[in-house]
């Protein structure tokens, strides 16, 4: 759904009072994709000193992606703009004019990631050590077949959907090569060109030491160094730069069509652990961490982005500061945890609205707060789960100074419980419900548009038949509250209404 005036459209306060039913597609979307995970694992001991672990893991992913995004032209989508004739050429009377939608695409891509390493466990004089060495070396290379829409008749290639009414079969579309003639006359040079391919490497190497002065004071500590090259090219069909590439007017583009980057980074840790007795636990943490541009295929369909003929390469850095405790109560049947922490971000990333490529903002961003826990056994048979936070995320450089962080709220809790009756007899059951409550947040790092809270009801009824096979129905969004999903800048994604999940399982 489209967020017009700062609410999505389905909300009463925007006016429009569209129904959350209703959906936007084409008979032709589709989104279809496959991934396969191979994952080998080894572990030997040399002696009571010394552990050797590696796990290797190979990945291959391929996707075929075609959507019709309903979104305005126009990304601040105000009220005047949707009415104005004049503006796009859509009759009020016939409802809300939309489009949009990234370009059609084919991906694929494959992985591999090796983890080594050394664990050591041994005593210098009075101090007991557990030191953590080892290597972490991933690749991902990624390839991507551009499409683009062919448009039918007269008819745009991307064509308007009435919002009140859509069909899904108005106005039928196909697809084509993104460099071919007819192609390309209905798109904008902008949007990309018709081919790529890229791939990033890390190469990491950790060190980390936790030393005991006593059996309730330790001190753990390390840093990790990763070396990333990232790579991302554009070609036509035929390995040749293609006049659609070339621009209108047969231009040739001002920037190269290779673009490449390598960096180095030092991530330190630190941690005190005071540990007084068996079943409480304080520590204080400080942490960095560096999440660079194009190492997770799929995330996006690129691995590196050019945006207005820069390539934004620069990585997300966080720095965390975090004090807390976690106790265990009842005779170890409940946990509990409670922390305060910060986390600071430079350069943080978000996610592009419209081809939901992981892009950098530049920002720097705070969230800092209270996060608290509670799981395990009331009583026995008696189990519940509940969590706490309350969050102060604030941008702190840019025109957005000191407004919210995009997508976080300030509180938000979940609580479930769940009641075992008779285990191990012909009539037993289990029954349990709770609920999950976010605050509302905004969607854009400007703070003009807002999606109100979430808060959703859910039940849970099962039966064993025997040690093989259990029945159950899940009840989910009881009282049927208009709560959203899928956030993104200008759009939203309504959740599911009241809905009920009958399952039969077997183990074995």
């Known amino acids: 759904m489209p967020v017009v005036n700062g609410h999505p459209i389905t909300e009463r306060s925007s006016a429009f009072g569209v129904s959350r039913s209703n959906w936007y597609g084409k008979t032709q979307d589709h989104d279809n994709s496959d991934d396969t995970m191979e994952t080998l694992r080894l572990k030997h001991v040399f002696n009571r000193h010394f552990t050797f672990h590696n796990d290797l893991r190979f990945g291959e992913y391929s996707r075929d992606f075609a959507a019709s995004t309903p979104q305005c032209a126009n990304a601040s989508c105000s009220e005047m703009q949707i009415y104005n004739p004049g503006y796009k050429k859509v009759d009020p009377a016939a409802g809300i004019g939309l489009n949009g939608g990234p370009m059609p695409y084919k991906q694929s891509s494959w992985s591999f990631q090796d983890v080594a390493s050394l664990q050591a466990d041994f005593n210098t004089g009075f101090l ?22 062919d448009a039918v008749g007269a008819h745009r290639a991307i064509p308007w959907q009435n919002t009140y009414n859509p069909q899904r079969d108005n106005y039928g579309y196909s697809t084509c090569r993104a460099d071919s003639g007819n192609c390309w006359k209905n798109t904008n040079y902008n949007l990309g060109r018709p081919d790529s391919r890229g791939y990033g490497f890390d190469t ?18 390390g840093l990790r160094w990763d070396r990333w090259q990232t790579m991302y090219k554009t070609w036509g069909a035929d390995g040749q730069e293609s006049a659609a590439e070339r621009g209108p007017q047969g231009k040739a583009p001002s920037t190269a069509l290779d673009y490449h980057d390598t960096k180095g980074v030092i991530n330190p ?47 997300e850095r966080s720095q965390l500061y975090e004090v807390g405790s976690k106790m265990s109560l009842l005779h ?12 600071d971000k430079s350069n943080a990333l978000t996610t592009d609205p419209i081809a939901g490529q992981v892009l950098a903002t530049g920002v720097k961003e705070r969230n800092q707060g209270l ?4 799981d395990g056994m009331i009583l026995p048979g008696w189990n519940i789960t509940a969590t706490y936070a309350l969050y102060d995320p604030r941008v702190m450089s840019g025109a957005n100074h000191g407004r919210n962080i995009q997508y976080v709220p300030h509180n938000q809790a979940t609580v479930w419980s769940a009641y075992e009756a008779f285990p191990g007899k012909l009539w037993n059951f289990t029954i349990g419900g709770g609920l999950t409550w976010r605050e509302g947040v905004y969607l ?18 099962s039966h064993r038949i025997n040690r093989h096979w259990v029945v159950s129905l899940n009840a989910y969004n009881l009282s049927n509250r208009l709560n959203y999903n899928s956030l993104f800048t200008n759009r939203v994604t309504p959740a599911p209404g009241r809905a009920f999940l009958g399952r039969l399982s077997m183990d074995y």
């Open 269 to 315: 840790t630190a941690s005190l652990l005071i540990t007084p007795n068996s079943w409480q636990t304080f520590y204080f943490t400080y942490a960095s961490s560096t999440t660079p541009m194009g190492m997770y295929v799929t995330n996006g369909a690129l691995p590196i982005r050019p945006v207005n003929g820069q390539v934004a390469t620069q990585p």
């Open 371 to 374: 996060e608290l826990s509670l």
């Open 332 to 343: 170890d049947r409940l946990g509990a945890t409670i922390s305060l922490f910060r986390l």
């Open 128 to 149: 007991r050590h557990q030191l953590v060495t080892g290597f972490d070396m991933e690749y991902v290379q990624d390839s991507r077949r551009q499409y683009a829409y």
């Open 204 to 221: 990491g190497l950790f060190l980390y030491d936790q030393m005991w002065f006593t059996k309730w004071l330790s001190v753990k500590g």
């Open 444 to 461: 854009d790092l400007a703070n003009t548009a807002k999606v109100p809270a979430n808060v959703e009801f859910d039940s849970y009824i």
